[in-house]
């Protein structure tokens, strides 16, 4: 077989972590499993690491598909399977169609229109924003119809989804990239600011319905894009951030025309994009946006995935969801670093109350894999208190059966300042730092690691979280000698203490990770 790559140049460096989750694919794929999900949370870099992939299997003589569900997404994979050297042919209107080449980059809309690619012979079906493209009527059909005994690799950098079926009903197992707050420590994300009203002070809700999953966007608009609340995130936009890019997700096309010509009516350079917006002049805007002629950029629906500018500092949060995915996405677009541009941090102003809803990503301790079958993932139709009887009815009654009393038909609106709030990871600071640095003169004074964890109870009176020892002693990137010491280090104190070799392990690979034991031990 012929070389794919190009003579241009080399392909991209993946980072350590990157070469990592590549590494344990593989190691999947060895073991059998052939419907894998690929965790890689924004600012990750799911793309380059989808390139890797796609290098290695071709180089190996396999064909592959790869499925975008946006027309935006089709150009930034064929620029990344470019860096790779990789020829692709397309099945998307406008693109050039090649049969003959190893990668198809496949838009789920054209291929509805097309039947050839029913019959050609892909090895691997990759999904991106698997979330989604692996339940599109196009996706189910690959998995289950023409394609089953093909490797379906499922790419997200949030594997929820609201309804009942979720990722894991499709996919067998998963790998995963590190979380945010880890990639934060390793400098490969910006420390985050996050502002928000009170709970006392958000927009109510409690008459706005919930269809399919998520807020009705109806009743949300009736709630959230009214003149005060317009006005209110501009002055704060002013007070918090003022001169910073930034861009704002609004409910629908009119509240995002009325935020951007809040901004322009007060001198502050703002533009709309949305989905009708043609992809040359998306990237007009984007690059307006990167260059500073441009400061605010409001949108429905577009910039939560494909958007990559990695000088933005604010996310404006202006729309209310119940998905932990978009919610994910949205903040994920202002964690990028950006060192060239002097980007300190990722700053989010939350008007809509999601920070409080869904959390906030450096509160991820882990990835899983959900099911239908996972315990708390039933959607729950919003409730509300009477004020006057205390009975607890759906939202959606405006009249309470108990003693009468009628909820008013308009919607409060929050006008209140933002303050700002803390994750539980933020918070945790202090006491992570703490511990860490304890651990390294631990191991450095041969101190016993109970001690450490004594000195740190008594200090914060708790325990310390297993999840903060990766890396603490010999950081991202340890040698082999690195682990050899650390595996004497622990044999003896083992010894000392009258623990097993499992303790030795357990604490190797809190240290060093799940897989790096079994070469030493």
């Not at 949205?330 to 980007?343: C, E, F, H, L, N």
């Amino acid at each position: 077989m012929r070389s794919e790559l190009s003579s241009t140049g080399q392909p991209p460096t993946l980072r350590p972590y990157q070469l990592k989750l590549v590494k344990d694919l593989y190691i999947k794929l060895g073991q059998g499993h052939r419907r894998i999900a690929i965790i890689a949370g924004t600012g990750a870099g799911k793309t380059i690491i989808a390139g890797k992939i796609c290098a290695d299997l071709v180089a190996r003589g396999m064909q592959l598909m790869f499925l975008v569900h946006l027309d935006v997404l089709v150009g930034q994979t064929y620029r990344k399977m470019q860096a790779f050297g990789l020829r692709c042919g397309f099945i998307k209107a406008g693109w050039q169609e090649d049969p003959t080449a190893p990668i198809q980059i496949a838009s789920i809309q054209t291929m509805a229109q097309r039947d050839w690619w029913r019959s050609w012979p892909a090895k691997v079906i990759l999904f991106d924003e698997g979330h989604t493209t692996v339940f599109s009527q196009i996706g189910q059909t690959l998995i289950y119809e023409t394609h089953p005994r093909s490797i379906h690799l499922a790419l997200t950098a949030t594997p929820y989804r609201l309804g009942r079926e979720q990722l894991g009903d499709h996919m067998q197992t998963f790998v995963a990239s590190p979380v945010p707050w880890q990639l934060q420590r390793m400098g490969y994300l910006a420390p985050m600011k996050y502002f928000g009203v009170d709970k006392d002070g958000q927009v109510d809700l409690s008459d706005v319905r919930t269809i399919a999953g998520d807020f009705d966007e109806r009743d949300l608009k009736n709630a959230c894009d009214r003149p005060e609340l317009v006005q209110r995130i501009v002055e704060e936009y002013q007070r918090l951030v003022s001169g910073k890019r930034a861009i704002a997700f609004c409910i629908d096309v009119e509240h995002a025309r009325h935020v951007a010509d809040a901004f322009n009516a007060i001198g502050i350079a703002a533009d709309v994009v949305d989905g009708s917006t043609p992809i040359k002049e998306r990237q007009k805007l984007y690059k307006a946006l990167a260059t500073n002629q441009l400061q605010v950029l409001t949108s429905c629906n577009v910039i939560s995935i494909g958007f990559d500018e990695p000088s933005v500092e604010v996310g404006m949060l202006l729309r209310p969801t119940q998905s932990r995915a978009l919610h994910q996405q949205q903040i994920g677009r202002v964690m990028r670093i950006s060192p060239d541009t002097g980007k300190q941090y990722g700053i989010i102003l939350d008007q809509a109350g999601n920070l409080q809803r869904l959390g906030f990503p450096e509160d991820i301790k882990s990835y899983y894999l959900p099911t239908k079958r996972e315990p708390g993932s039933n959607e729950v139709s919003p409730a509300k208190q009477c004020p006057h009887c205390n009975r607890l009815v759906w939202g959606f009654i405006m009249q309470c059966p108990e003693c009468g009393y009628c909820w008013p038909s308009e919607p409060q609106v929050c006008a209140e300042e933002l303050v700002e709030v803390l994750s539980e990871h933020q918070q945790q600071l202090p006491m992570i730092e703490f511990y860490r640095a304890q651990r390294r003169k631990m191991f450095r004074d041969g101190e016993s690691l109970n001690w450490i964890k004594h000195k740190f109870y008594e200090k914060f009176g708790r325990l310390p979280d297993p999840s903060w020892c990766q890396g603490a002693i010999f950081g991202d990137n340890p040698s082999i000698d690195d682990k050899v010491s650390y595996r004497t280090y622990l044999m003896a104190q083992a010894q000392r203490q009258g623990k097993s070799i499992s303790w030795v392990i357990d604490e190797f690979q809190q240290e060093f990770g799940l897989d790096e034991w079994q070469s030493l031990f």
